[in-house]
């Protein structure tokens, strides 16, 4: 794994092949896809609040029976940051476990008049203090790595440290996570799959298809 990225994360929880073969299956509902996508979402989410070790404070509690040395996550120090629009699925998520977590946005879409379709951004909205923060990017599919990059350009443009992001995704492949690893190393990635390639259409293989089409129902 560090030959593709030296800061990198692969979730390996049982219960995500069960779920993974219900959202990569073409054939499932758009309602079902929705259903088992907050499931797997909402355990990449709990894993990836575990690696933020800047937002985890070090506590003692009292059980019935004695004290216990624990943790916990101080919400205050994390902003959760969403590439419109399939990153919104999964932000959804970040937020159901963190109450109260700040929000930004960053919408980016691929310039298709350009030979290479860069990303541009389009939109950015952050919340103050930010860079005084971790931040967790939400963005379910890693492929190209070009709005991943595009979008954490933004968030050190505004004071966030590269080391203090902690990229969330559910699939990747190899070609975006050696990109992220050539532009940001000292980014955190967390992933729940990694797959085998890009298509000749940048499609990731086998992929799951369009993950916020299928997510939004709007396919």
């Given amino acids: 794994m560090a030959s593709l990225h030296p800061n990198l994360v692969v979730l390996k929880n049982k219960s995500l092949r069960n779920l993974f073969t219900k959202v990569r299956d073409q054939e499932t509902s758009a309602r079902d896809f929705e259903f088992y996508a907050r499931r797997l979402m909402t355990i990449l989410a709990e894993e990836t609040v575990a690696e933020l070790d800047f937002a985890i404070d070090q506590v003692t509690v009292q059980t019935p029976c004695a004290a216990f040395p624990g943790e916990v996550v101080d919400v205050d120090k994390i ?10 699925s999964l932000l959804g998520c970040v937020r159901a476990i963190l109450p109260g977590v700040s929000v930004g946005k960053i919408l980016i879409q691929r310039d298709e008049d350009t030979v290479e379709k860069e990303a541009k951004l389009y939109y950015c909205k952050l919340p103050p203090k930010i860079s005084e923060k971790v931040v967790i990017l939400c963005d379910p599919m890693l492929a190209t790595g070009g709005s991943a990059k595009k979008a954490i350009e933004s968030l050190v443009d505004v004071g ?12 990747c492949c190899p070609e975006g996570l050696k990109n992220m690893a050539a532009a940001y190393p000292e980014v955190k990635i967390v992933t729940a799959a990694i797959d085998e390639c890009l ?12 993950y916020g089409d299928r997510f939004f129902n709007t396919v």
């Fill in 79 to 88: 902003c959760a940051v969403s590439i419109v629009r399939a990153g919104d």
């Fill in 160 to 171: 966030v440290k590269p080391s203090n992001i902690v990229f969330s995704n559910v699939v």
């Fill in 199 to 210: 298509n000749e259409d940048k499609y990731i293989v086998p992929g799951l298809g369009d």
